[in-house]
């Protein structure tokens, strides 16, 4: 008995110093890239529509950090996304990523392009040009990514841009991602939930 009460302490402690060692970069892009769909929690969540979003790694040989292509857009409507984003993920220390959100002139074109990133080839990393304010730092704590823009006013470009508020919470299985209006602290923003189906898209895009 008190063999098996060992054995369960050292199983029950390895699996929390796993959640708390320091997170490796093939670890985060698992995390940040896929598709999502708030489908599950839309009545939970009293959000009255289904969203789909995708994220995928672009520039792909590209050494300094991570580049990411984000697209959002209502069930049904995938072909009119209502947000489109580039985002830099760069490492600080060993247990904080900065997610930067990036401006694209002509990032209009790109639409669907989370089937084929090789489309963004035409174009380089130093045509995207960081947004003041918008970066968010992500904390690794208890096997999540979580972290905010916090004070510090993040504006996005583009007609009518108003101050935004970004916040992540990233598991492996559900996503956070919350752009919300500065100042309305009650935005829930979306939860997502990975969509199970995804395992070969992955592997085609190269991730």
């Known amino acids: 008995m008190k063999r098996l009460i060992l054995l369960a302490f050292i199983a029950v402690s390895g699996a929390g110093t796993a959640q708390d060692a320091a997170p490796s970069s ?5 995390y940040l890239t896929g598709s999502f769909t708030n ?10 529509v ?6 995928r790694r672009i520039w792909l ?3 300094k950090g991570i580049w990411l292509y ?20 760069v490492q600080r220390n060993d247990s904080t990523w900065v997610l930067s959100k990036h401006h694209l002139d002509s990032l ?5 392009a989370y089937r084929d990133v090789a489309r963004f080839n035409g174009v380089k990393p130093e045509d995207a040009r960081p947004l003041p304010g918008c970066e968010v730092e992500l904390h690794w704590h208890a096997g999540r990514f979580q972290g905010s823009t ?16 970004i916040t992540i919470d990233a598991a ?4 956070v991602w919350k752009h919300a209006p500065r100042g309305v602290a009650d935005d829930p923003g979306f939860h997502f939930d990975r969509k199970r189906l995804q395992k070969a898209t992955v592997k085609a895009v190269g991730q």
């Open 26 to 30: 093939d670890l985060v892009k698992k």
């Open 108 to 112: 209009h074109l790109f639409i669907g």
């Open 39 to 48: 489908a599950a929690r839309v009545v939970s969540d009293s959000m009255p």
């Open 70 to 89: 984000e697209e959002q857009a209502r069930r049904g409507k995938k072909g009119s996304p209502f947000l489109q984003g580039i985002h830099h993920l």
């Open 172 to 175: 492996p299985e559900d996503l």
């Open 61 to 63: 040989r590209e050494k």
């Open 150 to 165: 916090g004070e510090k006013p993040c504006t996005e470009s583009g007609p009518g841009s108003t101050s935004m508020t």
């Open 50 to 55: 289904v969203v789909d979003m995708e994220l």
